[in-house]
């Protein structure tokens, strides 16, 4: 039984927030990353995963929002499933990052921020990911994607929508 | 996955490890795994800091702090519980190295962070990752949880009584400016970031009111390594008062990029073209930002200097991250120094004006240059916007924004004189837009 009747997660993550408000000093630390696991879940952060992560950590839903607005990764609209995540910063421009970028908004059909309209796809520039020696980089959600070129993009998606096929 | 890379010159100290399955507990200890914490355990606070203080070895974070030093300025006694926080934030545009950490000896961060926490007297350590290194995580949480299985962390350790240690591993959610250490304990107790203001400082009251040691990835994995090998053996592998090896990530127009260690103090010129196969394509090289992105950028002709933290400093620049960033002739500075503000700009936190507005006002001021509508007064506005953010923002962030810009205007000014003129780049990498096509304008 989670520590909150009527949660509006599955029963794993509610069961890991139950815990995670208990490993810390205090429990307000379990919030940003409470945040972002409740999107992984829930595809963003909704209305009422603002309002059941403040009951959980007994703060004001604003003390909430105002968290949550700071973080990039953090958003309060849906995405697509597979949020691709092209970094165009100074190591990756230099091995083709904004030309990777463009691939994809043209491949996608999509801008920046923007979502196919089947909901499979989103795009995204971003910020340095931590790749920079492998350049250019991408991140689909999680995945790290190394050294690409516009072709080995277009296999990297394929992947992902062969997923969706099975 | 990042691809390992390896060269005859480097001395592998930290990266030993690397390639040899050391994220599974049993390898890591047959590799002289948890050893430095045993030993620690029996030697004691004091010969853990005065080893660490022989080491030389300073902060990996970017500040190049001694970390021994450090250590030393926590009170020894404290009513408040005293905290060692682990910064893998990593986030400063042309660092990747503590990924490879992360990747391939999460055990040694642990043993590190352990051995901290012995040396001021913590029972509780925090490592905290970038929101994006999810992969990362789970293998660090995977690591701890061996650990905690092995009875290597947890109550009484190694069977020794009252000798704890716990930590508590975190994820942040997209941020650079969380890397910044007070901005990162604000993050850790669920706040905005935004840092603090110092005096008092971490070691004296730090997360949650606590004295707290917050130390980069890759320093505190180079500390069991340090207790075992000695710290004057570690200390002989690099330079005067820069001791050891360091991981230097060279990325961008190399023929071989990526992370290698090498002594502190190997040639600069070396490094880009020995160990990272000279640039790209047999082009010419035009300039190096050496240290990731907030370090004023270096001519092709100031190369010949050694990778430490008192060259640089002398070259006019720093070592930083240890992020090498290399240009070749192709590259228009006009659009290198606007890629660069455009990523401050984005993540100043707002809190302070010199940095929210100058990085504003820059990198609109550069991107009309960029597009072509700059004008005679431009270069001179956008060096003084950013002569005045120096030394006068609330954290560090703000230098670290004008630092660059001012390089590239000093170091490249007749560029962009040329390119007032009417010169322009061959292949513009960043697209100049009508004003109007917001859906391609990218995400800045
Ligand atoms: C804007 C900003 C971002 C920073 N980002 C990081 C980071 O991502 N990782 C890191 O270890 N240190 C970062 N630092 C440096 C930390 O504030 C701190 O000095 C460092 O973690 C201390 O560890 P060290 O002594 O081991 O280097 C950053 C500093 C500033 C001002
Ligand atoms: S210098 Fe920039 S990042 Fe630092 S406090 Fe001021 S606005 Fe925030
Ligand atoms: S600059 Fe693209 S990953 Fe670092």
Redesign the interface.
């Known amino acids: 039984m989670s520590a909150i009747a009527n949660t509006i997660f599955s029963p794993e993550l509610a069961a890991r927030f139950d815990k995670l408000v208990t490993i810390y000093p205090l429990k307000r630390s379990a919030l940003v990353p409470m945040l972002l696991y409740a999107q992984d879940e829930v595809g963003y952060v909704s209305d009422a995963v603002v309002a059941e992560i403040a009951q959980r950590l007994d703060l004001l839903e604003l003390d909430v929002r105002n968290v949550l607005s700071y973080y990039s990764m953090l958003r309060t609209k849906p995405a697509g499933k597979y949020n691709v995540q092209v970094c165009t910063n100074i190591s990756c421009m230099l091995r083709g990052g904004f030309e990777l970028l463009d691939h994809c908004k043209h491949t996608l059909g999509i801008g920046h921020k923007e979502t196919t309209e089947d909901g499979l796809f989103s795009l995204e520039e971003v910020e340095c990911i931590g790749a920079c020696c492998w350049a250019p980089a991408a991140q689909v959600n999680y995945d790290f994607h190394d050294e690409l070129t516009p072709a080995k993009m277009d296999a990297v998606l394929d992947t992902y929508r062969a997923r969706e096929k099975k | 996955?990042?691809?390992l890379v390896s060269h005859p010159d480097e001395v592998k100290v930290l990266s030993k490890r690397f390639g040899l399955g050391a994220t599974n507990i049993d390898r890591y200890v047959e590799l002289d795994g948890y050893k430095a914490t045993q030993q620690a355990i029996e030697q004691g606070p004091e010969w853990i800091i005065n080893t660490m203080k022989a080491s030389g070895l300073r902060g990996r974070g970017g500040a190049g702090f001694p970390t021994g030093m450090k250590w030393s300025f926590v009170p020894k006694v404290s009513e408040k519980?005293k905290y060692v926080l682990i910064n893998g934030d990593?986030?400063?545009?042309?660092?990747?190295k503590?990924?490879l950490i992360f990747l391939n000896d999460p055990h040694a961060i642990i043993e590190g962070a352990m051995i901290a926490g012995l040396a001021i007297g913590a029972k509780?350590g925090f490592i905290y990752l970038?929101?994006?290194?999810?992969?990362l995580l789970n293998i660090m949480e995977k690591a701890v949880a061996d650990a905690y299985a092995k009875g290597f962390l947890g109550k009484n350790i190694f069977g020794h009584e009252g000798v704890d240690f716990d930590i508590?591993t975190?994820?942040?959610?997209?941020?650079?400016e969380v890397g910044e250490e007070s901005a990162l304990m604000e993050?850790?107790?669920?706040?905005?970031?935004v840092p603090r203001i110092r005096p008092p400082f971490p070691a004296v009251v730090g997360l949650?009111g606590g004295p707290t040691v917050i130390n980069n990835a890759e320093t505190i994995a180079n500390v069991p390594h340090i207790l075992l090998m000695g710290g004057e053996a570690y200390a002989k592998l690099g330079t005067e008062r820069n001791g050891g090896t360091r991981l230097f990530?060279?990325?961008?127009?190399v023929e071989r990029?990526?992370?290698y260690e090498l002594p502190m103090g190997y040639s600069l010129r070396k490094a880009i073209y020995d160990v990272a196969g000279g640039i790209r394509g047999g082009k010419q090289l035009k300039a190096v930002?050496p240290g990731g992105?907030s370090c004023p950028v270096l001519r092709a002709d100031e190369i010949d200097v050694g990778l430490d933290f008192d060259q640089l400093a002398k070259a006019g620049t720093m070592l930083g991250s240890g992020?090498i960033?290399?240009?070749d002739e192709t590259?228009s500075i006009v659009e290198?120094a606007l890629?660069?503000i455009r990523?401050y700009q984005?993540?100043s936190?707002g809190w302070c004006i010199p940095c929210r507005e100058g990085t504003d006002w820059i990198k609109k001021t550069l991107t009309r240059f960029h597009a072509g509508g700059g004008n005679k007064k431009d270069i001179d506005n956008i060096q003084y916007i950013a002569e005045n953010m120096l030394g006068r923002t609330f954290c560090p962030l703000g230098d670290a924004a004008a630092m660059p810009i001012l390089g590239f205007i000093k170091k490249f000014r007749p560029e962009f004189e040329e390119y007032l003129a009417g010169a322009r780049v061959a292949n513009p990498?960043?697209?100049i837009q009508p004003v109007g096509e917001?859906?391609?304008?990218?995400?800045h």
């Open positions: 996955m990042p691809t519980p990593e986030s400063e545009p042309g660092t990747c503590d990924h509780t970038r929101g994006e290194y999810r992969y508590i975190q994820t942040g959610a997209g941020a650079y993050s850790l107790e669920g706040k905005r970031g949650y990530g060279i990325s961008g127009h990029p990526g992370v930002v992105s992020g960033v290399v240009l590259v290198f890629r660069t990523f984005h993540e936190c990498l960043i697209q917001h859906e391609l304008a990218g995400a």
